[in-house]
């Protein structure tokens, strides 16, 4: 069994910063890329972030510059740290990661909520 647990999330001002962090737990034998993605009420899901096993990223065109995605091999994490927030980052986020465990699939986090607001 294979979990992903997200922290992080809050309310903040416009301008500001948070970070988030997802753990992978369980029967893991390898991960291969993670990756934040949020939904905004009303709207479709959306990829922000994502980091391959290697390190190479990739970034919505909305958050270049303004957010970072990183890893943690050694402790299954990924983390997205988040600055200059704008009201319209506002969303619940998720964490997603392809991992190899007794089975391999794409499993995804609870989700964090992010509130921009002045």
């Known amino acids: 069994q294979v979990q992903l647990v997200e922290s992080g999330g809050g309310l903040v001002h416009p301008g500001g910063s948070l970070r988030l962090s997802c753990a992978a737990s369980?029967?893991?034998?390898?991960?291969?890329?993670m990756g934040w993605y949020r939904q905004a009420p009303g709207k479709q899901r959306e990829l922000v972030a994502s980091?391959?096993?290697?390190?190479?990223?990739n970034y919505a065109d909305s958050v270049k510059g303004r957010f970072t995605i990183s890893r943690d091999n050694a402790k299954n994490t990924v983390y997205l740290q988040m600055n200059s927030l704008k009201p319209e980052d506002t969303a619940v986020y998720y964490c997603?990661?392809?991992?190899?465990?007794?089975?391999?699939?794409?499993?995804w986090g609870q989700g964090t909520q992010v509130t921009v607001s002045s």
């Open positions: 997603n990661a392809d991992i190899l465990g007794t089975i391999k699939g794409a499993y």
């Open positions: 369980g029967s893991i034998f390898s991960i291969y890329a």
């Open positions: 980091i391959t096993s290697g390190g190479s990223t």
